[in-house]
């Protein structure tokens, strides 16, 4: 029957990131699970016994001071990668073993990781797009501009693609004019989840191509090859790599996977000022976890309306004014 086709249901990606794998798991790598663990845990340390958690911070994280990168990477290359980080880790106030968005490459710092957050985003309008130069994800308005300010790239690189969606309109279906809501809501739904597809994909291209190519000093060499993501790789006995099997992020990437001693000079200020703003009266060089969770922060407070987020205006002006 109508509507009821296997195509419908996983033609498109689920704003939570389940039915990714289908049918193994519905919801492997979806928001909202448990991390999992990369590597098995062997043995298990009394806490009596760990290190100072400052401690480890000071010696084998804190930046004593700025060195220029070698290869000459520019600090765009590092709001990129907090981009990604955003994009898979997001682990829960209430519990710190559940991550609350999806493990996928699905631009959920953009659309969201619910229904709730894609409809304040989307505009509704009967052709697919997104309100103008916003995103879904209010923790990027607290690092430093350069992020916010790329992932608004990616806004408006949907609603062009939208747009071209509708003007090549493949199989004469979409409409400039509409008989209901219910018909202009329908096509909207289809041209949206096309153009979220499309613009996950140019993500991911960007990820693997520029910026792994990058990371590799591929760009640096004049090196040409790229780390296709749609490519399938030969494996031993000439297998072919598997696809599709999804993914879950562990806790131990999310440990690892940290950027902060990359900021540049101008950022390292940025963030010292914002810090020393919503913490204010405190010595952030002595602050503790519970100051830090306990302590009014005024400075922290979102409008709940997406569209009204100005975080050019409310922080970058600030600052350097």
């Not at 760009?219 to 494996?235: K, M, N, T, V, Y």
């Not at 031993?236 to 540049?264: D, Q, V």
Request: hydrophobic letters at 35%.
């Amino acid at each position: 029957p109508k509507g009821s086709s296997i195509r419908s249901k996983y033609a498109y990606r689920q704003p939570d990131g389940s039915n990714y794998v289908v049918p193994l798991s519905s919801t492997l790598g979806k928001a909202n699970s448990s991390y999992v663990h990369s590597v098995p845990t062997s043995s298990l340390a009394p806490h009596a016994t760990l290190p100072d958690a400052g401690l480890l911070f000071d010696n084998l994280l804190a930046r004593d001071r700025f060195v220029p990168h070698p290869g000459g990477l520019n600090s765009l290359f590092y709001a990129f990668a907090n981009l990604i980080i955003h994009s898979v880790f997001h682990t829960s106030h209430w519990d710190h073993r559940f991550n609350s968005t999806s493990s996928y490459l699905d631009l959920s710092i953009l659309y969201g990781n619910s229904e709730k957050d894609m409809n304040e985003v989307r505009n509704k309008d009967g052709y697919g797009r997104l309100h103008e130069d916003v995103f879904a994800d209010s923790r990027l308005l607290f690092m430093p501009p350069s992020s916010c300010a790329l992932l608004v790239l990616l806004c408006r690189n949907h609603n062009f693609t939208a747009k071209k969606i509708l003007e090549i309109n493949e199989q004469g279906t979409y409409k400039a004019q509409f008989e209901s809501d219910a018909e202009k809501l329908a096509q909207d739904d289809e041209i949206f989840n096309r153009t979220r597809l499309v613009n996950c994909g140019y993500f991911m291209q960007i990820v693997l191509c520029d910026y792994v190519g990058a990371i590799l000093g591929l760009a640096r060499d004049g090196c040409s090859w790229r780390l296709d993501p749609i490519s399938q790789f030969p494996e031993a006995k000439e297998e072919l790599s598997p696809r599709g099997n999804g993914c879950a992020a562990s806790i131990e990437f999310n440990l690892m996977y940290r950027w902060h001693a990359t900021l540049s000079e101008e950022e390292t200020r940025w963030t010292e000022w914002q810090s020393s703003t919503v913490w204010a009266g405190l010595d952030l060089s002595t602050i503790t976890p519970q100051e830090f969770d306990t302590a009014p922060r005024p400075g922290l407070a979102v409008d709940p309306d997406v569209k009204n987020w100005t975080f050019s205006g409310r922080v970058i002006r600030t600052f350097y004014d």
